[in-house]
Structures are given as structure tokens and as C-alpha cells.
């Protein structure tokens, strides 16, 4: 049975960090993205990593601040979250996928739960 739980969520000031990390039990997956969504809002792509060869790509929103990466030997994929501001308030959902390199949930194959990240001004 294929599981994802995210954690570190939480609330931090502007301008500060969060490690989100996502633990997967049940098989492995080519790729494991993070998806957002705000209240009102459609869920969007964030970052992904592929397992194998760590390739890792994100949404232009992120880039520069967002850092995902994997750990093989814990089955846990992180999302370091740095320079956080108020529009990044979501709830993050950490995703498996059979594709490679994939931004669209449809192409993502199993969920979390996820975790609220709440940045306050």
C-alpha cells in the first residue's frame, strides 16, 4: 500500500524558513513532486525531483528560494522553503508520479495528506 505523509508545516514571519519533508512507504516512483494550494485556488505545481538521477525542476514562483531534494536511503523526499512571504500561504501536498519530470497533477499518481504553511506579514 503506497503512503505519503508530509510534515513540517507550520506559521513563520515573512522573510523566514520551513523544511517540508514527504516519507513514502509502499513502492518507489520516478518522480515526486510539490503541489500548493491556497484557499479559492487551484492546486499548483511547485518543485519536483526525479529519484534516480536527482534532476529537479520548479515553478518560476520558487526558483531561487524553494530547494527540493531526496533522501534514497529514507524514502523522504524535503522541500526547503527559504525567504518565505505571505503568498506562499498554502496547504502543500507532496505527490508520486510514474512520469518523468512532470508539472501537471494530473500526471501524479498518488497523494498526502498536506501540511499548512502559513506566512504571516
Known amino acids: 500500500q503506497v503512503q505519503l505523509v508530509e510534515s513540517g508545516g507550520g506559521l513563520v514571519q515573512a522573510g523566514g524558513s520551513l523544511r517540508l519533508s514527504c516519507a513514502v512507504s509502499?513502492?518507489?516512483?520516478?518522480?515526486m513532486g510539490w503541489f500548493r494550494q491556497a484557499p479559492g485556488k487551484e492546486r499548483e505545481f511547485v518543485a519536483g525531483?526525479?529519484?534516480?538521477?536527482?534532476?529537479?525542476y520548479y515553478a518560476d514562483s520558487v526558483k531561487g528560494r524553494f530547494t527540493v531534494s531526496r533522501d534514497n536511503a529514507k524514502n523522504t523526499v524535503y522541500l526547503q522553503m527559504n525567504i518565505l512571504q505571505p503568498e506562499d500561504t498554502a496547504v502543500y501536498y507532496c505527490?508520486?508520479?510514474?512520469?518523468?519530470?512532470?508539472?501537471?497533477?494530473?500526471?501524479?499518481?498518488?497523494w498526502g495528506q498536506g501540511t499548512q504553511v502559513t506566512v504571516s506579514s
Open positions: 505527490a508520486a508520479s510514474r512520469a518523468g519530470t512532470p508539472r501537471n497533477k494530473l500526471e501524479y499518481d498518488y
Open positions: 525531483i526525479t529519484w534516480s538521477a536527482s534532476i529537479t
Open positions: 509502499g513502492r518507489t516512483f520516478l518522480s
